[in-house]
């Protein structure tokens, strides 16, 4: 490759190095892919480059000879480009800023009884929620349900996923689904242990047992290259960030499996909660303050789903169930 001796090196915005205690990767974040390289490149690319040309770097009798060889190794890869004026080019701004106060959500429900379903969709509105599951935790009217979620077809709301297990629908709530779906556009039901595994317009049937204790497992183990997530992994926990969870009783929590509440909706309005420190103290809890993946150069593509404990630092925080989580992946 011929380059002008005068020409820098700048690694593509989406192109990523991470040091962990054992290896560095660099990471595309549009490839979804990564490179394994030794901290000889990964101080050359992030340090040197920045204040070096070619020349500059060739010349340098402190710097390896391959040096230009591997530059030029990561521009045949896509991994840069080489530029004249490196200023031209400013690093991509991290900061990760949405407007909305809650995002996501996941709400139980049993009855109609136990909390005003109805009331805290309204309220998950007026946070610019912008998805919601509904998970059914027992037999329920599913067509009076479906009416108390067709009211928000035309809220900010852009998706309200009704879950349940094809064991609780009676012959009424099959009959239904077959008509009472038609006029609804953001409103999708998802059927689990259901007796065959397909999907048309707004609904999906799996024959997997998908309840909430299956979902939180799954959750675990994918890998996560893209820079919206990588972008909000720097300072948040990507699975916890902007999530209010309400249980089967009511209770307010960061996520339904955890023990922690912070009040009942019947006595408590949403926005009062989750606008608190406290509330919101694990949003911000990101993998660099975890002990069992803090170390890892992985550690900006995994969600966490469990419940953290403080250690004794009362600085960083555990993972109770660690082994659930494949820590011990390698660049291949």
């Given at each position: 490759?011929?380059?002008?001796?005068?020409?820098?090196?700048?690694?593509?915005?989406?192109?990523?190095?991470?040091?962990?205690?054992?290896?560095?990767?660099?990471?595309?974040?549009?490839?979804?892919?990564?490179?394994?390289?030794?901290?000889?490149?990964y101080d050359l690319i992030t340090d040197t480059c920045e204040v070096k040309n070619i020349s500059e770097i060739k010349n340098d009798s402190d710097l390896r000879e391959d040096s230009a060889e591997i530059l030029d190794f990561l521009v045949e890869n896509d991994f840069g480009f080489y530029v004249d004026d490196v200023n031209q080019y400013p690093k991509i701004n991290t900061s990760y800023v949405t407007p909305d106060i809650i995002n996501n959500s996941i709400i139980e429900v049993e009855n109609f009884e136990n909390y005003d379903i109805e009331s805290v969709l309204t309220q998950l509105n007026e946070l610019f929620c912008g998805k919601v599951e509904i998970w059914v935790k027992d037999k329920m009217e599913l067509e009076k349900l479906v009416s108390i979620v067709k009211k928000f077809e035309n809220s900010f709301m852009r998706t309200i996923q009704i879950v349940l297990n094809h064991n609780f629908l009676s012959d009424a709530d099959i009959a239904f689904i077959d008509?009472?779906?038609?006029?609804?556009?953001?409103?999708?039901?998802?059927?689990?242990?259901?007796?065959?595994?397909?999907?048309?317009?707004?609904?999906?049937?799996?024959?997997?047992?998908?309840?909430?204790?299956?979902?939180?497992?799954?959750?675990q183990n994918p890998i996560y290259m893209n820079l919206n997530f990588?972008?909000?992994?720097?300072?948040?926990?990507?699975?916890?960030?902007?999530?209010?969870?309400?249980?089967?009783?009511?209770?307010?929590?960061?996520?339904?499996?955890?023990?922690?509440?912070?009040?009942?909706?019947?006595?408590?309005?949403?926005?009062?909660?989750?606008?608190?420190a406290d509330f919101q103290k694990l949003w911000f809890v990101n993998n660099d303050y975890i002990n069992q993946i803090k170390h890892s150069a992985l550690r900006y593509c995994f969600p966490i789903t469990d419940e953290l404990s403080l250690d004794s630092t009362a600085e960083f925080y555990n993972i109770p169930e660690q082994d659930s989580y494949p820590w011990n992946i390698k660049a291949e």
């Open positions: 490759m011929k380059t002008p001796e005068n020409y820098f090196f700048k690694l593509f915005a989406n192109c990523i190095p991470v040091k962990g205690e054992e290896e560095i990767l660099l990471f595309d974040l549009h490839k979804i892919s990564y490179l394994e390289i030794d901290e000889y490149i008509q009472g779906w038609k006029d609804l556009n953001k409103t999708e039901l998802i059927i689990y242990n259901h007796t065959v595994s397909k999907s048309e317009k707004n609904f999906y049937f799996s024959q997997d047992d998908l309840s909430l204790s299956n979902y939180i497992s799954q959750s990588y972008l909000e992994s720097l300072e948040h926990n990507v699975f916890l960030n902007k999530k209010v969870c309400i249980d089967k009783k009511g209770m307010i929590k960061n996520f339904i499996s955890f023990e922690k509440s912070f009040g009942n909706v019947n006595t408590d309005r949403l926005s009062d909660i989750v606008e608190t």
